[in-house]
């Protein structure tokens, strides 16, 4: 079994400054790693993935994420913000098998002030 | 160009009522699933089809089903909704393939009167 926790619930931060989500998961076998955005009242859009190979994983919309399989975390990052990026992000794993479901934390609302 | 989609985006029923969700895929997807979100909370899938095999999460309630008639349609049945059973509900779907994802539709509002 996978479990997910995002440490912070809701992140405030100015137009144009950086931003990082955190991430960290636990998991008895090797998982693969996503970020969705959720819009309001929509379903979820899939941002980035790490499946294998370079740590550094780049996805839509400016934003990249950082997997640490030490430190078992996958945070997301974003070096300057807009306004438009203000939703909701959820960080999820799901194990190889086929099933492939996903775990999911639970979630963080990003907010971006002008 | 929408891939997956659910009808209707907005559900009403009254407590007890049955009430059954619809999702529809065009990208010929091996795998369906169901997810239920309450109100600020992460997702929690309910079950999936691979093919027509049916997988249920252990902790799913019985007043929940589902059909899958054909690769393209899966069906949510409600049978007796309670107002606990207000919630978002989303379908995804993936290929099935070693290195895919899971594409979500837009949802299903339910509300239960």
């Known amino acids: 079994a996978q479990s997910v926790t995002q440490l912070d619930s809701q992140v405030p931060v100015f137009e144009e400054a950086p931003v990082e989500l955190r991430c960290n998961y636990s998991?008895?076998?090797?998982?693969?790693l996503f970020w969705y955005v959720q819009y309001p009242n929509q379903g979820l859009q899939l941002l980035l993935k790490?499946?294998?190979?370079?740590?550094l994983v780049k996805g839509i919309n400016g934003f990249e994420a950082e997997f640490n399989k030490s430190q078992t975390s996958f945070q997301l990052r974003k070096p300057s913000v807009l306004i438009s990026d203000t939703d909701e992000y959820f960080c999820?794993?799901?194990?190889?098998?086929?099933?492939?479901?996903?775990?999911f934390g639970s979630g963080t609302q990003l907010t971006v002030l002008p | 160009d929408a891939m997956v989609i659910q009808n209707p985006r907005y559900q009403v029923t009254q407590f007890g009522k049955p009430v059954t969700l619809s999702c529809s895929q065009t990208?010929?997807?091996?795998?369906m699933y169901w997810y239920q979100q309450k109100s600020s909370q992460a997702p929690k899938l309910l079950f999936h089809?691979?093919?027509?095999?049916?997988?249920n999460e252990a902790d799913t309630p019985d007043n929940f089903q589902s059909r899958r008639p054909n690769t393209s349609f899966c069906f949510l049945d409600i049978r007796s909704p309670g107002l606990g059973d207000a919630a978002m509900y989303l379908c995804?779907?993936?290929?099935?393939?070693?290195?895919?994802?899971?594409?979500f539709g837009p949802g299903t509002r339910l509300t239960v009167l």
């Open positions: 995804a779907t993936r290929s099935g393939g070693a290195a895919d994802t899971q594409y």
């Open positions: 998991s008895s076998v090797s998982v693969y």
């Open positions: 790490y499946l294998s190979g370079s740590t």
């Open positions: 999820a794993v799901s194990d190889l098998g086929s099933a492939r479901q996903l775990t």
């Open positions: 990208l010929n997807h091996n795998v």
């Open positions: 089809y691979y093919d027509k095999d049916f997988n």
